[in-house]
């Protein structure tokens, strides 16, 4: 089993910045992805960013992301980062980590079915 402690959320204001930070522990030998998903009030499970590949150097975001939040993993720490940067208050969400354990198709890792693990979530509202 593996376990994912998300932190780093709050409350920011329009235009400011966030890192959400997720820290991997128990099984973690095997880590082939680890990513960010959101979910907003009343609204589906959206996919934020993803890192793929052993070593994780693969990066991939959803289009209301890309050019303000990046995706960092540090496998020495099991760790995984999102720095959210130009923030919206469309960006208000619960934002989860994921860990997925083994190699998928690339398309797997858009969706929540492409991960084995979650994280509890973390509280991101942005105020306008």
């Known amino acids: 089993q593996v376990q994912l402690v998300e932190s780093g959320g709050g409350l920011v204001q329009a235009g400011g910045s966030l890192r959400l930070s997720c820290a991997a522990s128990?099984?973690?030998?095997?880590?082939?992805?680890m990513g960010w998903f959101r979910r907003a009030p009343g609204k589906d499970r959206e996919f934020v960013s993803t890192?793929?590949?052993?070593?994780?150097?693969?990066?991939y975001y959803g289009d209301s992301v890309k050019g303000r939040f990046t995706i960092s993993r540090d496998n020495a720490n099991n760790t995984v980062y999102l720095q959210m940067n130009s923030l919206k208050p469309e960006d208000t969400a619960i934002y989860y980590c994921?860990?997925?354990?083994?190699?998928?198709?690339?398309?797997?890792?858009?969706?929540?079915?492409?991960?084995?693990?979650w994280g509890q979530g973390t509280q991101v509202t942005v105020s306008s």
């Open positions: 994921a860990l997925a354990a083994r190699p998928k198709y690339t398309s797997n890792y858009y969706g929540a079915g492409g991960y084995d693990f």
């Open positions: 128990g099984r973690t030998f095997s880590t082939y992805a």
């Open positions: 890192t793929i590949g052993w070593s994780g150097g693969t990066t």
